[in-house]
């Protein structure tokens, strides 16, 4: 694959937030909020479609609710977990059912999960 290079270079600095589409935003704000615990950015402005902003530690996740959305298959994102065993433990008693841990040697741990819209959501335990 050919790469090009450029004389000026852009500094990013991080992902700022990840956009989530939803078909349902109260039973997402119930996921996101009430079962994973992050919390929501009250100062989101009226962008002519439903939605919420949430607090996700350095970065930002940002609902949209959108009729009729159906999740790409394999496309997720992740959340880095400190214990993932005890991140599934967590969630078992919250009704939420993750896949069964998988580690990669050397890298991480990982399990799956997925919201009520059907977004894939990684756990991911960093070694």
Request: charge should be negative.
């Given at each position: 694959m050919r790469r090009r290079t450029y004389d000026v270079v852009m500094?990013?600095?991080?992902?700022h937030h990840v956009s989530i589409n939803v078909t349902d935003l109260d039973?997402?704000?119930?996921?996101?909020?009430?079962t994973l615990g992050?919390?929501?950015i009250e100062s989101r402005p009226d962008l002519g479609v439903?939605?919420?902003?949430?607090?996700a530690g350095e970065q930002e996740i940002h609902l949209l609710e959108l009729d009729g959305f159906e999740?790409?298959?394999g496309q997720h994102f992740a959340f880095q977990v400190d214990d993932l065993a005890s991140a599934i433990a967590t969630l078992d008693e919250r009704g939420v059912t993750?896949?069964?841990?998988n580690t990669m040697d050397g890298i991480c741990?990982?399990?799956f999960i997925k919201d009520p819209t059907g977004n894939l959501i990684e756990l991911n335990q960093r070694f």
């Open positions: 500094e990013l600095r991080r992902i039973a997402a704000l119930n996921f996101y909020v009430d992050l919390s929501v439903g939605g919420a902003w949430l607090d999740a790409p298959p993750a896949t069964a841990p741990s990982q399990a």
